[in-house]
């Protein structure tokens, strides 16, 4: 079987490369072992900010008499949660599906092997094919700790099966992945420990707005041991011990459940990469800002790359890759990729922060308000603050902004634009934005 375009791998990356392919007419099959998708879509992304979102209504009902609003017997059913995580996902699957289909994408489930840059093996059949992407996504990251095969620890899989919150719950690792799920689990009245290897939580945001939502979270119950190594685990009948080290000697905790969220690594194993010979530095992939490979016709997109593992990254590589295919001409670029932390209240970030800056030796200036200054977030928010800073060059020109606050989700990609476009602060201050909203807040600061 002949097609212009085979695609590897399913998730955010691969099935918006097999859809923008389909769309340019270019005959395109798509192969997936497991679940279309992705990690992102099935276990990820989606579920848990279907489980956050829950989470944050439950704290919403808790908190109404705050807005004059009366709620007795607020209560949870975290069965009713998981299962409209699972209707949420079999929804969006299904939409994915159907899009695939009505731009003629042959979908093929199984194992793919790659057997050359333009030969693909999957359940007995040979694929050819003048283009090959490779999207093979991420996999959770297991530390080597001793004692941990005899301990039944959680990844973020068994925390989204979840039907009974746990009596305590440590989490080793603060990163984003690990701070949504402690989130979501304190919100259910679950006792929460964070340890984080780093001196700080979610790494890689701006380190005061990550202080501010530490100190947020410590305020309602969660315990953070920060600069601290696990260094061993044990496993009773009932609960898991947790040994310790940091600068002040060592230390143990005992837990009813123990999830390890440490990171994620890119997927490089099982399905033929190595045949390809491509070039790598520092254990990455090469590729070209068209995502072009040491193989001219061979594109790498997504958590493979090892850059910049989020699903939105991923889909603006896959749409680059397959621009150029196409002979349109695209090019990628990391100026301003978005990256949030859905806890409550979230965090969000875009561009260079404060640290990135110092360590590049670049000069800038910050401007920095409480979110206190937006009438529609006082609106909103009683009794509840939080930040914006925004950085800039010398020359006034748009170089990173940080949130923290509800939404900032929804509202950092009117910086990501900003900065894309390498606006200046008086560029960007003309522009006119609505008000009352929260994202009035990046004027007010600017």
Same mark, same amino acid.
């Given at each position: 079987m002949n097609y212009q375009v085979a695609i590897i791998g399913g998730g955010p990356a691969g099935y918006s490369a097999a859809e923008a392919a389909g769309k340019a007419g270019l005959s395109t099959v798509l192969f997936e072992r497991q679940?279309?998708?992705g990690v992102c879509l099935n276990e990820g992304c989606i579920p848990t900010k279907t489980l956050l979102y829950s989470a944050k209504v439950f704290d919403s009902a808790r908190q109404a008499s705050k807005y004059g609003v009366g709620v007795e017997k607020v209560s949870f059913d975290l069965p009713k949660i998981i299962a409209r995580k699972q209707k949420v996902v079999r929804k969006l699957v299904l939409g994915i599906k159907a899009k695939l289909s009505a731009h003629g994408v042959t979908l093929v489930q199984g194992e793919a092997t790659i057997l050359s840059p333009t030969t693909v093996q999957c359940a007995g059949e040979t694929y050819h094919c003048r283009h090959l *992407? *490779?999207?093979?996504? #991420?996999?959770?990251v297991i530390p080597s700790i001793e004692g941990i095969d005899s301990v039944n620890y959680w990844t973020h899989h068994q925390? $989204?099966?979840?039907?009974? +919150? +746990?009596? #305590? $719950?440590? @989490?080793?690792g603060g990163g984003v992945i690990g701070m949504e799920f402690a989130s &979501? &689990?304190? #919100?259910?009245?679950?006792? @929460?420990?964070?340890?984080?290897?780093? %001196?700080? *939580?979610?790494g890689g945001m701006d380190k005061e707005l990550a202080a501010m939502l530490r100190a947020d979270y410590t305020k309602r119950g969660i315990v953070f041991l920060l600069n601290t190594k696990v260094v061993s685990l044990s496993q009773n009948k009932q609960d898991v011990t947790i040994y310790y080290e940091h600068e002040a000697g060592t230390g143990s905790i005992t837990t009813e459940k123990i999830l390890m969220s440490v990171g994620r690594r890119p997927v490089?194993?099982? &399905?033929? $990469?190595?045949t390809l010979s491509l070039v790598t530095e520092h254990g990455r992939i090469t590729v070209d800002k068209q995502m072009r490979t040491s193989q001219p016709n061979v594109y790498?997109?997504? %958590? $493979?790359?090892g850059f910049s593992l989020l699903a939105h990254t991923a889909i603006r590589e896959a749409e680059v890759a397959v621009n150029t295919i196409a002979g349109k001409e695209d090019a990628m670029n990391y100026r301003a990729i978005p990256a949030v932390v859905y806890t409550n209240p979230e965090i969000a970030g875009v561009g260079e922060t404060e640290e990135s800056l110092r360590q590049k030796g670049v000069r800038y200036h910050v401007s920095k308000l409480p979110m206190s200054f937006s009438g529609r977030f006082v609106a909103e928010n009683e009794? /509840?603050?939080?930040l914006c800073k925004i950085l800039a060059s010398e020359e006034n020109i748009l170089l990173g902004a940080h949130i923290l606050g509800n939404p900032a989700s929804e509202i950092i990609a009117l910086a990501a634009t900003a *900065?894309?476009?390498?606006?200046? /602060? %008086?560029?960007w201050k003309r522009v006119i934005f609505p008000h009352p909203s929260v994202c009035e807040i990046f004027r007010e600061v600017i």
């Open positions: 679940n279309l998708g *992407i *490779i999207c093979t996504g #991420s996999q959770t925390a $989204l099966e979840c039907k009974e +919150p +746990p009596a #305590s $719950l440590t @989490v080793v &979501f &689990f304190n #919100s259910l009245g679950t006792k @929460v420990t964070v340890i984080e290897m780093m %001196d700080e *939580i979610v490089t194993r099982g &399905f033929g $990469l190595e790498v997109c997504g %958590d $493979l790359t009794g /509840v603050n939080g *900065i894309e476009q390498q606006l200046t /602060v %008086d560029q």
